[in-house]
């Protein structure tokens, strides 16, 4: 298949680890931020192709993991209301809150759909003018322009059935903050599929302020390790820079006509991150003008003070503090059967990764 | 939960906690796809199953044929010649008759097709909204020849023992979805429903066979885990040996699913030993539900108790049963 089995060949692969070998002189910590790095890290078990100088963390780039307790709870408050019909991505649905799980309350009755594209939603609405349709935003900056487009969408073909429970986040927020805080981080894995929207522009500053070096990587075997090549020969020389390893994908100005909508929609406040706390102007709201799209502003509903699961350490996992296997829970009272943690329950989540890839 | 009916490890603590809690007896203990009564001097295959899919219509078939199918290839894949069938309908008020005698016919061609009777059956309508369409319940009986008992207990399994399968996999599973949601992916991609049981008999009277089951909900992922907990061995699958459609590659690349956990109502995996593995693929190959067929992995000591996937870089990953709600009502 066409940009995938050339990015996998095992030659290539293990030309790259050799060359990597020979290159990584000093100890070094990576994070890769993005969910979808995690997986592929573990998919095709890069750990074993790196040398021992080189060690990987994972990140705060999970959208379902780092979505916080409380909008789980508001989401299921939603879902109780009579004559509304939830919409969501998969993963979501199985997150516990703190009391109970969307697919929990759909098990009881309420209206929970999975959809593969907000587009779908705005069908629902659509075909379902009697019902109330609210769709639960999570992601970063690559989910959230296709909100907006929806929004925009609703607000032309004046549907006003519509709805939007915004969790959406942005990226360099909590990078930042990761490195404020103490993280040790020598160099950044950045997200390529964020950058393909946002451009290059937004790491700036951890390049040339805090002096780390940030790649943006795809999402195949070879991306990785030639992205891990490269942020290693840049560490080595102490020539922290932003450079791209994904140049199939990402250009330096990142997509315009997506970057228009997503200001045109939504605006930055401060929002809540599972497990890093509040993070200034790190999360998107929908605009006042735009505001009766806004689930938050169309229906009120009394959500009690949210609880963190017992025992979980999702939150330290979140920050490359820890790793899943340092969990007391982990493949044991937490698993993807029965999660405790967001973590596990996303596809993208480092201990559903971990989990699944076990060995 | 949805998830108790996907096909994987919910379904199954929900059956060993309630169903065989409650039903206990030798013959359910055995848990296979279908029951093996010993009525008189015979040897008889009991199965059943219900058909609940949405779409009642997808590329490659409907639920009709997929009943026949489904039915058929569980008393086959049990070492038994299907006989008869019984049928029966649960139909929502308002369900139109010319949807209903399509699927009927196609219903009847498979039955022909596969050799089977449907001898027996049952109709009930409820109301508007209380059931979605139609859905169907069979049951079927085979008659398991001498030397064919073993086949679904999975006994003498050794190390070195080669896994086959008959083509590729995940096709059922991924043309559902692509019927059933808004993807327009431009892909191709055909259910291989199909009744087996002509090819199946054709293997079992030609060469010896250790294990056989088809590998529906929950893929070919769970089906492996079910059988090394049974063994006591390890399984190695190896990633570049596993047969898939370029369409199926392509949406589960695009979805994050894994094929192997994917759905298949036309495959069968079989166990058998090295040499005898080689003789089935011949035979497999020359029938055309068989052309892709492969060997996709071996019976190991190492690791017992767990399916390890080679893959195509060098990697090596375990691989579980299907967790969770990943695609419901595909069958």
Not at chain 1, 31 to 39: A, D, I, L, N
Not at chain 1, 135 to 164: D, H, R, S, W, Y
Not at chain 1, 285 to 310: G, Q
Not at chain 2, 202 to 214: G, T, Y
Request: a neutral charge.
């Amino acid at each position: 298949m066409k940009y995938v089995d050339e990015y996998r060949k095992k030659e290539l692969i293990l030309s790259v680890s050799e060359k990597l070998k020979s290159v990584s002189k000093k100890e070094i910590v990576l994070m890769e931020v993005c969910g979808g790095h995690t997986m592929a890290i573990h998919r095709f078990g890069l750990h074993s192709l790196l040398p021992p100088t080189i060690r990987l963390i994972s990140g705060p780039g999970c959208p379902v993991c780092v979505s916080s307790q409380h909008f789980i709870d508001l989401a299921m408050a939603y879902s109780k209301i009579p004559g509304v019909i939830i919409t969501t991505y998969g993963d979501l649905i199985r997150v516990p809150g703190s009391a109970t799980s969307l697919e929990k309350e759909r098990a009881n009755g309420s209206d929970v759909r999975i959809v593969y594209s907000v587009l779908e939603s705005l069908e629902i609405a659509k075909s379902n003018p009697e019902k109330n349709v609210i769709f639960l935003g999570i992601g970063f900056e690559t989910t959230a322009p296709l909100t907006a487009a929806a929004i925009l969408q609703a607000k032309e073909e004046k549907i006003t059935n519509f709805f939007v429970l915004s969790a959406h986040k942005v990226m360099p927020p909590v990078m930042k903050a990761l490195v404020d805080e103490g993280v040790k981080i020598d160099g950044f894995i950045a997200p390529g599929h964020v950058t393909a929207i946002t451009g290059t522009a937004i790491y700036n500053d951890l390049a040339t302020v805090c002096g780390l070096g940030v790649v943006v990587s795809g999402f195949e075997p070879v991306d990785m390790m030639q992205a891990i090549l490269m942020l290693t020969v840049q560490i080595e020389s102490g020539t922290p820079v932003v450079e791209v390893q994904y140049q199939r994908v990402v250009q330096g100005e990142g997509n315009k006509v997506a970057q228009h909508v997503l200001t045109k929609v939504f605006e930055l406040r401060d929002d809540s991150w599972r497990g890093l706390g509040m993070i200034p102007k790190s999360g998107l709201k929908i605009r006042e003008e735009l505001s009766s799209f806004d689930a938050e502003k169309k229906f009120s509903v009394e959500v009690p003070a949210s609880t963190e699961p017992k025992g979980c350490i999702c939150g330290q996992i979140l920050r490359g503090l820890k790793t899943p296997v340092d969990c007391p829970l982990f493949a044991k009272k937490c698993n993807p059967s029965d999660p405790v943690g967001a973590c596990m329950v996303s596809g993208e989540g480092t201990c559903a990764t971990y989990y699944k890839y076990r060995s | 939960m949805l998830s108790h009916g996907s096909g994987g490890r919910m379904m199954h603590q929900l059956i060993e906690d309630m169903f065989v809690k409650h039903f206990r007896n030798k013959i359910l203990d055995e848990q296979t796809d279908s029951a093996i009564l010993s009525i008189g001097a015979a040897e008889i295959a009991f199965t059943t199953d219900s058909f609940v899919i949405d779409p009642l219509f997808f590329p490659g078939g409907n639920i009709g044929k997929l009943a026949v199918c489904g039915t058929v290839n569980d008393l086959a894949v049990s070492g038994a010649e299907p006989l008869y069938l019984s049928v029966s309908f649960i139909l929502e008020e308002g369900f139109p008759m010319a949807e209903l005698e399509t699927i009927v016919e196609s219903l009847a061609a498979e039955a022909k097709k596969a050799g089977v009777l449907i001898v027996t059956g049952d109709t009930k309508v409820v109301n508007k909204g209380k059931c979605d369409k139609l859905f169907i319940n069979t049951a079927g009986i085979g008659r398991v020849k001498e030397g064919n008992r073993h086949i679904s207990k999975a006994l003498n399994i050794k190390s070195g023992d080669v896994i086959i399968i008959n083509g590729t996999i995940g096709d059922h599973g991924m043309a559902v979805m692509n019927a059933r949601e808004s993807f327009n992916f431009k892909a191709s991609v055909e259910s291989d429903c199909a009744c087996l049981n002509h090819m199946i008999r054709e293997v079992l009277d030609k060469v010896p066979v250790k294990f056989m089951r088809d590998p529906t909900r929950g893929g070919v992922a769970t089906l492996l885990n079910e059988l090394v907990g049974k063994i006591g061995l390890g399984i190695e699958i190896d990633e570049s040996a596993l047969p898939l459609n370029k369409g199926v590659k392509a949406m589960c690349e695009v979805l994050g699913f894994d094929p192997l956990h994917i759905a298949n109502e036309g495959k069968v995996v079989i166990v058998t030993g090295e040499q005898e593995g080689h003789r089935i693929l011949e035979i497999l190959k020359n029938n055309e539900l068989g052309l892709q067929s492969a060997i996709i992995g071996r019976i190991v000591s190492n690791h017992p108790g767990k399916v390890v996937l080679k893959n195509e870089t060098g990697g090596r990953r375990i691989i579980d049963s299907l967790s969770g709600d990943q695609l419901p009502r595909i069958c």
